[in-house]
């Protein structure tokens, strides 16, 4: 998985640390972490456009091409809630952070159906 970053930025730093953790545990987890310059404003450059047209957005349409059913594989991780977290306020606030993403949007219809979060997920 690639995790386009700075270093002290607070949400990949914590995607970071997650992955370090669980890889502790002998998850397996791959990542490579790609720097971006935030300072010298490298995320509105074209190479970073190329890859992200919503700059905004964490670089996930890719990533869940595949159909895969969480964004790091086979298993929810800290990723999966981290996110759906801040999708679920998106719909509270009627703001639209899906149509132009269709894999995002399966993911988060996907992800929304499981019975594990019925009781946590209101929107």
Same mark, same amino acid.
């Given at each position: ?7 002290? +930025? ?6 970071? $640390? /997650?992955? +370090?953790?669980?890889?502790a545990?002998? %998850?397996?987890?791959? $990542?490579?972490?790609i ?14 456009? *190329?890859?992200?047209?919503?700059p ?6 890719r990533?869940? %091409?595949d ?17 759906? *977290? %801040? ?10 952070? /899906? ?6 949007r ?8 499981r ?9």
């Amino acid at each position: 998985m690639n995790l386009y970053m700075m270093p002290v +930025a607070a949400n990949p730093t914590r995607v970071g $640390l /997650y992955v +370090a953790e669980k890889n502790a545990g002998g %998850a397996g987890i791959d $990542l490579n972490e790609i720097r971006i310059n935030l300072l010298n404003g490298e995320q509105n450059g074209a190479d970073h456009l *190329a890859r992200n047209v919503f700059p905004r957005v964490p670089v996930l349409e890719r990533t869940l %091409a595949d159909a895969r059913p969480f964004v790091a594989g086979e298993a929810c991780t800290i990723v999966d809630c981290t996110l759906q *977290a %801040a999708f679920q306020f998106a719909r509270f606030a009627a703001l639209d952070a /899906y149509s132009m993403f269709a894999n995002l949007r399966r993911w988060g219809e996907d992800y929304r159906a499981r019975s594990s979060v019925s009781g946590v997920l209101t929107h």
